[in-house]
């Protein structure tokens, strides 16, 4: 996520750091590249100029040049700006109406808003616990309205049945007597897109939103097509009057112009941002772990969100419990493996340490390969209570059994055991209370991860 962006950053901010002192004119040319940096990130010109203006007093203040850390207050005074311009605090959604409460979701064909409809409402349902139900208004592409029944099926949201040759607007006022009639607290319309803006596809909207009446209208648009998305949402803002914005694809986003151009120019929040294909793969925008992500800080917040959200406390506590104690089986290991394999892979929770980025060439190298976790499940799986419990009892023909079990090589279960070892290790230090370095990943476990 903003690979490019944070990278070139990272570079920026290092030459300040590694300066014992500043001058003025080191810090007005360090400046200079962050503007740069930005503008090659594709955020918007008026967005940087604010930006730099800024910063600018406050970065090259006697207070700083002066400082005994100059390079480190320089990075918290970028940072306080970029959270600013990314909206200073995140917002959640409103359904603080009578019920059925509706929200609209509106934006260019492609830009994931069938998708996101589906991520809405399973967060609606199990984040503040309402009945949800979606309803498709596209009659227009192919297999659209077919999308969104199966994505409901899927994950156990109500869909409005099908029925042929209806138009939007008769399917928005059946929906909201469906909604009425099945007691659904919200109502998720889904809107036809279309490749451009044009005359037809506005009116409808304004018609639409004029039957539903909507608590929401939220722009649907994708983070990889930077200033262009920000076009858009200006435009849908001027007819339909935007109440916030959910940005998709963020995930595959190395620039990141959309994220923090939005805000500033538009002045409607960013409320959600999607960073995968998953329903579950749906984050809240919170800007202020996205501006620690964009200067390399990594988001442990978010990473132990998800880790309740996918495990449950009462597994969290009990984990931590038995990783007090010194404690570390395979079980405890399979939990783990299954639980990277839920946020993402390797890939996915790396991204989110600190310091990570400045290792990435590494990382690269080391070509880490996510069927891995597959495979350690599968292995583990395929091992006895007592084996999970002490695997230094897993002799020669004990791997040959478990190998065949598993469908693997030997090779990959000898790995497995170094990666438990290793992991075993760790883990004894921590519960001993030795401190394992933060951003830190050990060359030796890097080669074990391939």
Do not use: W
């Given at each position: 996520?903003?690979?490019?962006?944070?990278?070139?950053?990272?570079?920026i901010f290092s030459k300040l750091k590694s300066a014992p002192s500043l001058t003025e004119e080191q810090v007005d040319s360090g400046l200079k590249e962050i503007r740069l940096a930005l503008l090659e990130a594709d955020v918007a010109l008026s967005v940087v100029k604010e930006f730099i203006s800024n910063v600018k007093p406050k970065a090259i203040g006697q207070e700083i040049i002066k400082s005994t850390s100059p390079g480190q207050m320089i990075v918290k005074i970028v940072y306080d700006e970029l959270v600013t311009i990314l909206?200073?605090?995140?917002e959640e959604i409103n359904l603080k109406a009578v019920p059925p409460i509706s929200i609209l979701l509106v934006g260019l064909q492609g830009s994931g808003k069938t998708t996101s409809a589906a991520k809405l409402a399973s967060l609606i349902q199990n984040k503040h616990k309402k009945k949800v139900m979606v309803a498709s208004l596209d009659v227009y592409r192919?297999?659209?309205?077919?999308?969104?029944?199966?994505?409901?099926?899927?994950?156990?949201?109500?869909?409005?049945?099908?029925?042929?040759?209806?138009?939007?607007?008769?399917?928005?006022?059946?929906?909201?007597?469906?909604?009425?009639?099945?007691?659904?607290?919200?109502?998720?319309?889904?809107?036809?897109?279309?490749?451009?803006?044009?005359?037809?596809?506005?009116?409808?909207?304004?018609?639409?939103?004029?039957?539903?009446?909507?608590?929401?209208?939220?722009?649907?648009?994708?983070?990889?097509?930077?200033?262009?998305?920000?076009?858009?949402?200006?435009?849908?803002?001027?007819?339909?009057n935007l109440s916030s914005i959910i940005l998709t694809r963020v995930d595959g986003d190395a620039r990141g112009g959309a994220a923090l151009s939005m805000?500033?120019?538009?002045?409607?929040?960013?409320?959600?941002?999607?960073?995968?294909?998953?329903?579950?793969?749906?984050?809240?925008?919170?800007?202020?772990?996205?501006?620690?992500?964009?200067?390399?800080?990594?988001?442990?917040?978010?990473?132990?969100?998800?880790?309740?959200?996918?495990?449950?406390?009462?597994?969290?506590?009990?984990?931590?419990?038995?990783?007090?104690?010194?404690?570390?089986?395979?079980?405890?290991?399979?939990?783990?493996?299954?639980?990277?394999?839920?946020?993402?892979?390797?890939?996915?929770?790396?991204?989110?340490l600190p310091g990570v980025n400045k290792m990435k060439a590494k990382i690269d190298q080391a070509n880490i390969d996510e069927k891995m976790l597959i495979e350690n499940e599968a292995i583990i799986l395929s091992m006895t209570k007592k084996e999970k419990e002490?695997?230094?009892?897993?002799?020669?023909?004990?791997?040959?059994?478990?190998?065949?079990?598993?469908?693997?090589?030997?090779?990959?279960?000898?790995?497995?055991l170094k990666q438990f070892k290793m992991m075993s290790d760790m883990m004894k230090k921590m519960s001993q209370g030795k401190k394992i370095p933060s951003g830190m990943i050990p060359d030796e476990m890097l080669n074990q991860l391939k």
């Open positions: 996520m903003f690979e490019n962006l944070t990278n070139k950053l990272e570079s909206g200073s605090k995140n192919p297999a659209a309205q077919e999308q969104l029944k199966l994505l409901a099926e899927k994950n156990d949201i109500q869909c409005l049945p099908i029925v042929d040759n209806q138009q939007p607007l008769d399917i928005s006022k059946r929906a909201l007597n469906a909604a009425n009639l099945n007691g659904s607290d919200v109502i998720i319309f889904d809107t036809a897109g279309r490749t451009q803006i044009d005359l037809p596809m506005m009116s409808e909207i304004k018609k639409i939103k004029e039957i539903t009446n909507p608590v929401e209208t939220i722009l649907v648009a994708d983070s990889l097509t930077g200033q262009i998305a920000v076009n858009i949402a200006k435009e849908f803002d001027t007819v339909v805000k500033q120019v538009t002045g409607k929040p960013i409320k959600y941002i999607g960073v995968g294909e998953k329903v579950s793969d749906f984050e809240m925008f919170h800007p202020d772990r996205l501006a620690n992500r964009i200067l390399g800080m990594g988001d442990v917040v978010t990473l132990v969100e998800k880790a309740a959200q996918n495990l449950g406390e009462e597994k969290i506590k009990e984990t931590e419990e038995e990783l007090k104690k010194g404690i570390f089986t395979m079980d405890t290991y399979l939990s783990q493996l299954r639980q990277m394999k839920k946020m993402g892979g390797m890939e996915g929770v790396m991204s989110m002490n695997p230094k009892i897993i002799s020669g023909s004990r791997r040959k059994r478990i190998s065949k079990g598993a469908g693997v090589d030997v090779s990959k279960i000898n790995k497995l």
